[in-house]
């Protein structure tokens, strides 16, 4: 069986738990506290895994796979049911861009370790810290709405009625969002596919509250 090593709250391991429930994976699930004993990321064992210290890490057979779009491409191309990327070349340019769109250009600036340094070494405040992150979620986000209106390719989902990578993407990111108490009113469009989302058995099981290591 395959095994997560992920933590409940981290969003780019619940990208690939939606993903290994899309493709009814079961998996082991292993935590990785990312604040307990000072973060187990870590921990020597962990950083063998992934010298880079952040999750998630998928454990196939032996095989380590580190960085969640390619877990979740890898899952796709050995699990092709059902498809997490379109087969027309530009739509599945399309969902990646999407997709990237928050992973490389949002939920980088807000990482854990990104937010510790803005405050242990730049000495920002709790309040400039918040504004921060606030600034990048809100303002990639907003880019991701006028892209979305402005192509008109959206359906229930970000690309008509399917599941792609660009929603599994996008349902974390808006948790992560409501946590940091974002503006979320400029972008109704994002909104209403994460709301459908949600109504989805494999989006709903992923999420942190429903994991075994969720805290209030
Ligand atoms: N681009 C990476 C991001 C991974 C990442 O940032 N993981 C976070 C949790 S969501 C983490 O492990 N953070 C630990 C830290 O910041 O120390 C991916 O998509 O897998």
């Not at 989902?157 to 400029?186: K, M, S, W, Y």
Request: overall charge negative.
């Amino acid at each position: 069986m395959m095994k997560l090593y992920n933590y409940f709250r981290s969003s780019a391991s619940f990208r690939v738990r939606i993903a290994l429930n899309l493709k009814g994976l079961p998996y082991e699930y292993a935590v990785v506290h990312l604040t307990k004993d000072g973060g187990q990321q870590f921990i020597p064992a962990f950083r063998a895994l992934n010298p880079d210290a952040l999750i998630p890490v998928l454990d196939d057979d032996g095989r380590v796979l580190t960085q969640s779009l390619a877990i979740i491409e890898y899952l796709d191309e050995t699990h092709p049911e059902p498809p997490l990327l379109p087969r027309d070349a530009l739509e599945r340019a399309y969902v990646r861009s999407f997709a990237l769109g928050i992973a490389c250009e949002i939920h980088p600036l807000n990482n854990l370790r990104v937010l510790r340094y803005l405050v242990r070494e730049l000495g920002a405040s709790e309040d400039a810290k918040n504004a921060w992150y606030r600034h990048w979620v809100e303002q990639g986000l907003a880019a991701l709405e006028a892209r979305v209106v402005a192509e008109g390719r959206a359906g229930r989902h970000v690309l008509g009625e399917r599941v792609t990578l660009a929603d599994v993407v996008l349902v974390p990111q808006i948790f992560n969002a409501r946590r940091f108490e974002c503006r979320l009113d400029h972008v109704p469009t994002l909104m209403r596919i994460f709301d459908h989302c949600m109504e989805l058995a494999a989006f709903v099981e992923a999420q942190p509250s429903k994991q075994p290591d969720a805290e209030g």
